[in-house]
């Protein structure tokens, strides 16, 4: 079957630190992956994506890379900032299954200054 | 600004009453989908519509119906609340079914049963 699977968080950074969510996923045929945040009292957001293998998402400061070979896609940034907290779900998508997005449980960053 | 409008954004039921919650999106996607969203579970599928007047269920369509009788709305009902539907609801719309295409989400509906 399809199924997502995130580090469990939450996770705790200062200011200015080196950010990495690890996702892998499991999935039969050529799925898309996906990054969603969510901020405090909202619905999710789109961050970034990537439709084929070797093929890299990035959206401010945010970058994944699709590695079918260890069937992962984690999530890192260089430097975070406190407006950076959120939930973060990793997610896949196949057309064959009516284009359902499978969610991963989410992982609570929190920055702080 | 064009997107998905969940209402209403917080209610509370008492057990055993019954409410809708309406999602409603301008974009002319064509696939609709209904969440939940409860701590350390993620997002779990309701049901969801694949066009104007389909439906069908998800992982966890219990307790739950929908109703697409027009291409922008997509309608949850829960006839009988109980403090087990305590959650937050999601409503997402997506052009079509293809990988490349993520979900517009909308704001969410917190729903408390008690």
């Known amino acids: 079957g399809n199924s997502v699977t995130q580090m469990e968080g939450p996770v705790t950074l200062s200011e200015e630190a080196f950010l990495t969510i690890n996702c892998t996923y499991t999935?039969?045929?050529?799925?898309?992956l996906f990054w969603y945040v969510q901020y405090p009292g909202e619905g999710l957001q789109l961050l970034l994506k990537a439709t084929k293998a070797d093929d890299k998402g990035s959206n401010k400061g945010f970058e994944a890379t699709y590695r079918k070979e260890t069937t992962s896609f984690h999530l890192e940034k260089g430097s975070v900032q406190v407006s950076d907290s959120a939930v973060y779900f990793c997610a896949l998508r196949r057309g064959s299954t009516l284009g359902r997005l499978y969610f991963g449980r989410g992982t609570q960053l929190t920055v702080w200054p | 600004n064009a997107g998905v409008t969940q209402t209403p954004k917080f209610r509370v039921l008492k057990t055993g009453q019954s409410m809708t919650l309406l999602c409603a999106q301008d974009?002319?996607?064509?696939?609709m989908y209904w969440y939940r969203q409860d701590p350390g579970m993620g997002l779990r599928l309701i049901h969801y519509?694949?066009?104007?007047?389909?439906?069908a269920k998800g992982e966890v369509p219990d307790g739950y119906n929908v109703s697409r009788l027009k291409k922008q709305n997509f309608l949850l009902g829960l006839e009988s609340a109980a403090p087990s539907q305590t959650s937050v609801y999601f409503c997402a719309s997506s052009y079509s079914k293809d990988n490349n295409y993520g979900y517009t989400f909308g704001s969410g509906t917190r729903l408390t049963v008690v």
């Open positions: 999935a039969t045929g050529y799925p898309s």
């Open positions: 519509s694949v066009g104007e007047g389909t439906t």
């Open positions: 974009m002319n996607h064509e696939y």
